[in-house]
């Protein structure tokens, strides 16, 4: 049974938890994708300046090195202690391999006592310790050598994307990848699927996620103060760097980013995401932290290092204030004093959601704190103590440290900002959207994050942009819209309308369809313009801003997540309700394959056109 990987064009979106994979996603194996694979694993790495010179011819001492490397605990092989041959002495850089592979029967030596390590190997020799690799002996196969085990490699699968043929054509570094890449995901003669020996294991879809497995290859983390990179088992110099989706250079590694590193990939990826605040509480407690609760959130430990510092033998406790340095996983590597944390360049931007109060329990006593909490870019829940009694629910606000280390909340500046975004979401009139742009739309002090791909082809104007931020590079690093979406909203059917406004007093109860549910809301005093049908409620469900009518569209058809009517094309919401109307107000929760095998008349509604940022919100069937 075969399993590919996961695209290797969603591997580094993964990696910064900004991208996911659609369902029944056709996937396509290309050679960057093996690369990533046997280097994460270990099998094969390139040379020291990462070329990985795949047109090379393999030799014997090379290709049992793979081997062995491909197998548990392959990596661990030292160089042997005694000579295994009189042509591999134990000082030759194989010989730990060699042996290795001769003691596990994956390989022999000539009858003449020799091993020839420096031998170009072939095909059929590479496939026949492959096939021991997946438990297959001897007794498997049938005939002359070495045709039956260049059949059970062409019926295993294990030639998919080899051009190298002829079983005595001598392997090359590209044909032994594909060879390799292959083994990983047959199955062996257990059952088993091979890399699964090796301590992997398949996603969710059944597939071998790539993502996973560069993952689980990193090594460390270390903040990078001080000598940090004397802390990485290999020179850094000539290393690739990761910075989310993007490809960086050594030299903007910033003091007290976070830093991954994978000595057989020869990469490091970096970490910038950080917390400044007041240390609320350590779990469960001093003695033995796991959690601690900065900015009125909760973080998991990651680190000995970290833990150490948030112990009772450590730096901070309960009442500092620290900057909190995540990993990969959103965990604290490590704490910066607040001092420290300053050069750090803190500067949060978000919305004020909630204003309030809460006690805290210090190591010596219990205190109270105003507070505001706020939705940031980032897309992150964030509380800070409040002094500022000008402050409401809605305002937009910036967080940064100062220079002395004091963390300030003031509002944040209004900048206007008018133009398009592409259509493939990576500028904005005439500026380029950073790789790690961090894009929220609000509303009446609610929030939400959004991606570049959400605005694609939209036409931002004047009061659409709250605020905007650029980065060094002078690309746009930060983004805050002023209800472009129409995300924010509910989308439901309005069943039925009773008006029992007299003379001057209005009265009207609006029974509505959401989803599943079933909404009565009760307005005196506001008839909203809606009718029944498709609406949108914008604000609070129990007295909304307002209830306004969708625009409805004849659906022509339907393709993806694009709906077409007439000549027309508009981008289907991810949370599209679809209904079956049965007459008098009775709408039924339905769903699109359901209504569409039953050739049905849909009709669809949208909030806005696409170029202002629309969807179709609400599919109705007649």
Not at 309 to 325: F, I, N, P, Q
Not at 327 to 338: D, E, L, Q, R, T
Not at 518 to 538: D, K, L
Not at 576 to 597: A, F, I, K, M, P
Request: proline share 3%; net charge negative; charged share 15%.
């Amino acid at each position: 049974m075969k399993k590919r990987f996961t695209s290797l064009l969603l591997t580094l979106a993964l990696l910064a938890g900004v991208a996911s994979i659609p369902a029944g996603a056709a996937t396509v194996v290309t050679e960057a994708e093996m690369i990533q694979a046997v280097n994460a694993l270990g099998i094969m790495v390139g040379d020291e300046n990462n070329n990985m010179n795949l047109g090379k011819n393999v030799t014997r001492a090379e290709f049992i090195t793979m081997a062995v490397k491909a197998t548990p605990g392959g990596d661990r092989v030292g160089q042997a202690a005694s000579s295994p041959y009189p042509d591999v002495p134990y000082s030759h850089w194989a010989s730990g391999y060699v042996q290795a592979g001769v003691q596990a029967g994956y390989i022999v030596g000539y009858t003449n006592g020799t091993f020839r390590p420096s031998n170009e190997i072939t095909l059929a020799e590479g496939v026949t310790i492959v096939l021991k690799l997946l438990g297959y002996t001897g007794s498997d196969f049938t005939g002359v050598y070495p045709s039956g085990q260049m059949a059970l490699y062409h019926s295993l699968g294990l030639d998919e994307n080899m051009t190298l043929s002829g079983s005595s054509a001598v392997l090359t570094r590209r044909a032994s990848m594909i060879l390799f890449y292959n083994l990983l995901t047959t199955t062996t003669k257990s059952g088993q699927v091979y890399l699964n020996t090796l301590g992997h294991s398949l996603n969710a879809a059944g597939e071998v996620d790539l993502v996973s497995l560069i993952m689980n290859s990193m090594s460390g983390p270390v903040v990078a103060t001080g000598n940090w990179k004397g802390s990485i088992p290999f020179d850094v110099n000539n290393s690739k760097v990761y910075r989310g989706k993007t490809t960086i250079s050594l030299s903007t590694i910033n003091e007290y980013d976070v830093v991954y590193w994978s000595e057989s990939m020869s990469s490091l990826w970096v970490y910038s995401d950080r917390v400044t605040g007041t240390i609320q509480s350590i779990s469960p407690n001093e003695s033995s932290p796991t959690a601690v609760t900065v900015a009125g959130s909760s973080y998991t430990i990651e680190t000995a290092t970290a833990a150490y510092a948030l112990s009772t033998l450590g730096t901070y406790s309960t009442g500092e204030r620290v900057t909190l340095l995540l990993g990969k996983n959103g965990g604290v590597a490590g704490i910066a004093g607040i001092t420290a944390a300053a050069t750090t360049g803190t500067d949060l931007v978000g919305v004020i959601t909630a204003l309030g109060r809460e006690t805290y329990d210090s190591a010596t006593n219990s205190y109270t704190e105003k507070n505001l909490t706020i939705l940031a870019t980032d897309g992150k829940t964030y509380t800070y103590a409040w002094y500022n009694s000008a402050y409401k629910v809605g305002d937009l606000v910036r967080v940064v440290t100062d220079r002395n280390g004091e963390l300030t909340v003031s509002r944040a500046t209004s900048s206007k900002l008018t133009g398009k975004v592409s259509g493939d979401g990576t500028t904005l009139g005439r500026y380029e959207l950073a790789s790690d742009v961090q894009i929220l739309d609000t509303y009446s002090g609610t929030a939400l994050r959004i991606y570049p791909d959400r605005l694609a082809g939209v036409t931002l104007d004047s009061g659409d942009v709250l605020y905007y931020k650029l980065n060094t590079a002078g690309e746009i690093s930060q983004l805050v819209l002023d209800d472009k979406t129409g995300d924010l909203h509910q989308y439901g059917v309005i069943a039925k309308i009773d008006n029992q406004s007299s003379g001057i007093s209005i009265l009207v109860t609006y029974t509505i369809e959401l989803g599943s549910q079933e909404a009565t809301i009760f307005s005196q005093g506001i008839e909203y313009t809606a009718h029944v049908g498709p609406c949108q409620i914008m604000g609070n469900l129990q007295s909304p801003d307002k209830i306004t009518s969708l625009t409805a569209a004849p659906v022509t058809s339907i393709g993806g997540d694009v709906l077409t009517s007439g000549s027309k094309s508009y981008p289907i919401s991810d949370t599209v309700q679809v209904y079956q109307h049965q007459g008098d107000g009775n709408y039924l929760l339905s769903n699109l394959e359901r209504v569409q095998s039953q050739s049905l008349t849909l009709t669809a509604y949208y909030d806005q056109t696409a170029s202002e940022g629309g969807q179709i919100r609400i599919i109705v069937a007649k």
